[in-house]
């Protein structure tokens, strides 16, 4: 095991964290576990069990996070947005936008007699 991975958070322990993290949340904000489970629209079992570090579904995760303004690290999961032009396309243009120089070459001169 590398000195990298022996520093890491367990899976638990990383719940725990969030669990810690959104309860803090929620106490500045002012709500009880009642309101944000209302609010969330998910049950006051899935805010304890999250807030205690026991697991929670991902939507019950992103249902809580959305509420509190906390889910901004869900943009990082997302994929790069998909070109509107494709490369093949961009290259056809780019092709089609080169001026074309024609090279001529020199015709001999008849000398004169």
């Given at each position: 095991?590398?000195?990298?991975?022996?520093?890491?958070?367990?899976?638990?322990?990383?719940?725990?964290?969030?669990?810690?993290?959104?309860?803090?949340?929620?106490?500045?904000?002012n709500?009880?576990?009642?309101?944000?489970?209302?609010?969330?629209?998910?049950?006051?079992?899935?805010?304890?069990?999250?807030?205690h570090?026991?697991?929670?579904?991902?939507?019950?995760?992103?249902?809580?996070?959305?509420?509190?303004?906390?889910?901004?690290?869900?943009?990082?999961?997302?994929?790069?947005?998909?070109?509107?032009?494709?490369?093949?396309?961009?290259?056809?243009?780019?092709?089609?936008?080169?001026?074309?120089?024609?090279?001529?070459?020199?015709?001999?001169?008849?000398?004169?007699?």
């Open positions: 095991m590398s000195d990298m991975t022996s520093t890491r958070q367990t899976i638990d322990e990383q719940l725990g964290a969030i669990g810690l993290a959104l309860r803090d949340r929620r106490v500045r904000a709500l009880t576990q009642e309101d944000l489970a209302q609010r969330a629209d998910v049950s006051l079992g899935a805010i304890q069990n999250l807030e570090g026991k697991g929670s579904s991902v939507r019950t995760l992103l249902r809580v996070t959305r509420f509190l303004g906390t889910d901004q690290w869900v943009e990082a999961l997302h994929p790069p947005p998909t070109p509107t032009v494709s490369p093949m396309q961009r290259l056809r243009e780019q092709k089609s936008a080169a001026k074309r120089t024609r090279v001529r070459r020199a015709v001999p001169r008849p000398s004169a007699p």
